[in-house]
């Protein structure tokens, strides 16, 4: 697959003519879950690449759709691209299949991926950030609060590779579910207005049947929110993170973005929370602020 992969990179940068795309674009695949492909859309620059790299969890309600790729390419990928980063559009399993924890294992497994294969995309392996909006904005977190290291014996040379990223830009993200909008308050699938229970239908696998069982205990459905949650995981060492919220966002409370700012002062994080008079949960909060967004990345994973 390498060669290959070289081969579609090299044919691709040998000429930019006018009213092409500056990027070669070209989806990969990065893992399997239960036998289910698990893609990425790789944007490589054709000039002026920088080294560097900016992963967009593509993804909204947890839902991640492959479709939704080319209308953000605009605001996700050509203003990076543009700067000379290459960008990693991924997909992870969806809800309502997939839950949670299989979504991050997944997503931790598409920074592997790219990590192993950074030479081939002209990327240094050290300078990887990532972003994202609402539910993909969560995943983003999770991975610069709680990055995982490599397994040194792994099989897979993929799984031997660190998933840590050097920093994070977060849009309107959902932070702590055991205390959403107010102190105790728990959302783990039940929220009012976006149908996401299918990523909050938490599964353990029976070692005697091999079958999936619902977890239903109310207090072991909140361990594994807590897990979930990326307030849970803030520690000194985490990815310096620009966080952006809307004061009038009616989806995912400012709420989330205040604790998990002030968590990241109290811990000594590099971050920064921007809040926005008047705006919502939608693209136009992440396109008036892609400037920051470029900024944050061009100070930190360099």
Not at 62 to 69: F, G, L, M, V
Not at 92 to 119: C, T, V, W, Y
Request: glycine share 8%; aromatic share 8%.
């Amino acid at each position: 697959m390498k060669w290959l992969l070289m081969a579609v990179l090299l044919a691709a940068t040998a000429s930019v003519s006018a009213g092409e795309p500056a990027y070669c674009r070209v989806e990969v695949i990065y893992g399997r879950a239960f036998r289910t492909t698990l893609t990425m859309d790789t944007f490589v620059p054709k000039k002026n690449a920088n080294g560097a790299a900016i992963v967009f969890a593509v993804c909204e309600g947890w839902c991640s759709d492959h479709d939704k790729i080319t209308p953000n390419v605009p605001v996700y990928v050509e203003p990076f691209v543009a700067r000379g980063y290459a960008v990693f559009a991924v997909c992870h399993g969806s809800n309502p299949k997939f839950a949670l924890p299989e979504m991050l294992d997944q997503m931790h497994r598409s920074i592997r991926f790219i990590r192993h294969h950074a030479a081939e995309y002209g990327v240094d392996r050290g300078r990887i950030g990532v972003t994202g909006d609402s539910a993909g904005a969560h995943l983003s977190l999770m991975l610069g609060c709680a990055g995982r290291d490599g397994d040194p014996a792994g099989p897979d040379p993929v799984d031997r590779q660190s998933s840590r990223v050097r920093a994070v830009v977060s849009y309107f993200a959902p932070t702590d579910f055991l205390n959403w909008g107010v102190a105790g308050k728990v959302m783990l699938g039940d929220h009012p207005s976006i149908p996401v229970q299918g990523a909050f239908d938490f599964h353990r696998l029976d070692p005697e049947t091999q079958a999936l069982r619902l977890v239903t205990d109310p207090k072991a459905r909140e361990a594994i929110g807590r897990a979930a949650s990326p307030i849970t995981h803030v520690t000194k060492g985490n990815a310096p993170t620009l966080l952006v919220h809307g004061d009038k966002d009616d989806l995912i409370p400012l709420q989330q973005a205040e604790v998990m700012a002030a968590k990241f002062n109290a811990a000594d994080v590099l971050s920064e929370l921007i809040v926005v008079p008047g705006d919502g949960h939608d693209e136009t909060l992440v396109k008036a602020h892609g400037p920051q967004a470029l900024t944050w990345f061009d100070k930190y994973p360099a």
